[in-house]
């Protein structure tokens, strides 16, 4: 089955530590996107991804880098310059960055910080 | 700035009722709208879009959306709520200057038995 997938779906993070969340799809999509989402905030966009080799930053993202080597792939660091990390994480892919492209979402990473 | 605005946080109702959750976009040109449900700890889940032509939206579950240009509103309804529909919905836009996808704050529902 195509889909995203986001691992691990809950992950505990000391102080000052940085931690790398995973996302993958095999919908064979071009773009990808980082949301945060914290309760009665919607989500936000953290960074995105047009294509391979490429990244922009979304509203929200000091204190966390991302990389885009394969298609597929699109792993989010959260970095001990993030002050306030946790919250729920989720990863989406869509055919193109196109606005009338459907995103599709994982399951989402609930990151805590210790 | 492109803004999308859910007034309810919170709507209880009664399994069998009627529901109808409220969006309201910022004023911009062809705007792509967008419901998406959330069940606790999950990812989002597309419900109906609205690019253009028939202002009446149908989607999956047995939701609808009506798009008013006029009201700047992007509505979704359904004629009878089921247990099972009790999660958290956002309303998002896309279009304007930039690729965002610009979402609501959410509501949560309810469904009383």
């Known amino acids: 089955d195509g889909g995203i997938t986001q691992s691990p779906k809950y992950l505990f993070r000391k102080e000052g530590q940085n931690v790398t969340l995973s996302c993958e799809q095999n919908?064979?999509?071009?773009?990808m996107y980082w949301y945060r989402q914290d309760p009665g905030q919607g989500l936000r966009l953290i960074y995105y991804s047009q294509i391979v080799n490429d990244f922009q930053k979304g509203d929200i993202a000091e204190g966390y880098s991302v990389s885009r080597e394969k298609k597929e792939s699109f792993p989010l660091t959260v970095t001990s310059a993030q002050k306030n990390p946790t919250a729920f994480y989720l990863c989406?892919?869509?055919?193109?960055?196109?606005?009338?492209?459907?995103?599709?979402f994982g399951p989402g990473t609930r990151l805590t910080v210790l | 700035a492109q803004s999308v605005t859910q007034p309810d946080i919170h709507i209880t109702v009664s399994e069998g009722a009627s529901l109808e959750l409220r969006c309201n976009y910022s004023?911009?040109?062809?705007?792509?709208l967008f419901w998406y449900v959330q069940s606790p700890g999950q990812g989002l889940q597309l419900l109906l879009k609205?690019?253009?032509?028939?202002?009446l939206v149908q989607g999956i579950k047995g939701f609808e959306a009506e798009f008013k240009r006029s009201q700047s509103s992007f509505n979704l309804r359904k004629p009878s709520v089921h247990w099972s529909d009790a999660a958290e919905y956002f309303c998002a836009r896309g279009g304007g200057s930039n690729y965002k996808l610009t979402f609501g704050k959410g509501t949560l529902l309810t469904v009383n038995p």
């Open positions: 919908l064979n999509h071009d773009a």
């Open positions: 989406a892919s869509s055919w193109t960055t196109t606005p009338y492209n459907e995103q599709f």
């Open positions: 004023y911009g040109a062809t705007p792509y």
């Open positions: 609205y690019f253009s032509g028939d202002t």
